[in-house]
């Protein structure tokens, strides 16, 4: 495996440990997000058919609003000091973003996966045909979140407004995301192809690649 | 010099694209309405040209490191905001009598061009929360760079996806429009543009002085003295 790779793992690893230690995306940001889902049936008149259409726009809603607050979660910020260490350390930026994307996108997927029966239980939507078809779609919006969510957490790091301006910068440019992943449900509900969804999918993902590898260095600077 | 020309030819120049594009004759369809539009194209291009020009400013501030290119970055964005909003309201006010709503949520321009906007709000919140003169100009640099691609995404919404919107109708190889409208466009597209240039070097100025009151503040403390830095202070 080569050196990126490695680093890159490493960041991912080093992550996912401190997040199982201090529970702050497990222990606080999916009760958060669970209990939305539980809260929104409340304020409407409760008729099965309403909740039934509710259901997608309550899951796609409550994955990109808390799906942003688990990338942006504070165990995966390092203060100045440790960033200054890992770059004196020879950590490579492009490496850190694309482990801090990979250990963001384990934590989104599992959200979406804790989300997915709590919709089922409490909105009772049209039973989707074939939900296998829909994995790729879940995998590539997670991937886009988590890059977006790194991306903005990068571009706020330090900032007193982080909390609130990252994902205010963020939400918007997950539009497309939101767009591919909800009209791919909707596609399959109606038995007709995901191609040109999944494609917007790819080439959202693709573009914030690029922008999250182009950006690293001088992002890197900034926090440091 | 051109502080006080600029602005005085803006001027002269709305006057005259108001008078153009009130003397312009009304559409078979929309009537006296498309007159609107006028306004709202010309604005909603020179949005497009002040996101332009800031991802441009941005990236002449990521190469040179100079400030005037995050003065400039910073001041086309704000008048980019501006023209974006007038472009969403006159758009909303034109749709409500021509297609009987204000806003339509399967029109892939209007979405998009919301979008645009609230993206551009992002823009200018994180450059009010960062405090650090260097640190604002990178971090606004990279957002700046970045979130130019909703332009293109913008302008060719209307051939991507089908929606309310008519399609392109200046291309460069045919324009389907009446002369008479064409240069009732063209005038307000012009004087918009001075209007643009006049708030661009006004802006500029003002955020250069901005600046100089900035060091002036700081220097009675003298040099032993420094503002904590509250950018990176975790």
Known sequence: ?224 | MTKRILPVLAGLALVAALAVALSSPPDVLQGDFVRILYIHVANAWLAFLAFGVTAAASIGWLVRKKPGYDRVAAASAEIGVLFTAVTLFTGMIWGKPIWGTFWDWGDARMASTALMFFVYLGYLALRRATPDRQARARRSAILGVIAVVQVPLVYFSVVLWRTLHQGLTIRPDSVQMEPAMLVALLVNVGAFSLLYLALLTARVRLARLEEAVEAHERAPAGRAVTAPRLETGQ
């Open chain 1, 1 to 224: 495996m080569s050196r990126f790779w490695r680093q890159a793992l490493q960041v991912a690893k080093r992550d996912l440990l401190v997040e199982g230690r201090a529970g702050e995306g497990v222990g606080i940001v999916l009760p958060f997000g669970a209990l939305a889902v539980f809260v929104v049936p409340l304020a409407t008149s409760g008729s099965a058919s309403l909740l039934a259409d509710l259901a997608a726009p309550v899951y796609w809603l409550v994955t990109l609003l808390f799906g942003m607050q688990l990338a942006l979660r504070q165990t995966a910020t390092e203060t100045v000091p440790q960033r200054r260490l890992l770059v004196l350390l020879g950590l490579d930026p492009v490496a850190r973003f694309v482990g801090r994307t990979l250990s963001a996108w384990v934590l989104l997927i599992g959200l979406q996966l804790v989300l997915i029966p709590l919709v089922v239980l409490f909105y009772e939507p049209e039973p989707v045909p074939t939900p296998a078809l829909m994995l790729p779609a879940l995998a590539l919006y997670a991937l886009g979140l988590a890059m977006l969510g790194t991306l903005a957490g990068d571009l706020t790091v330090g900032l007193r407004t982080r909390t609130a301006l990252a994902p205010m910068l963020a939400a918007p440019l997950a539009v497309p995301l939101v767009m591919g992943a909800s009209q791919s449900l909707i596609s399959i509900s109606r038995g007709e192809g995901i191609l040109t969804w999944t494609l917007l999918l790819v080439a959202t993902d693709l573009a914030l690649a690029v922008a999250g590898v182009v950006t690293a260095r001088p992002l890197e600077e900034t926090a440091t």
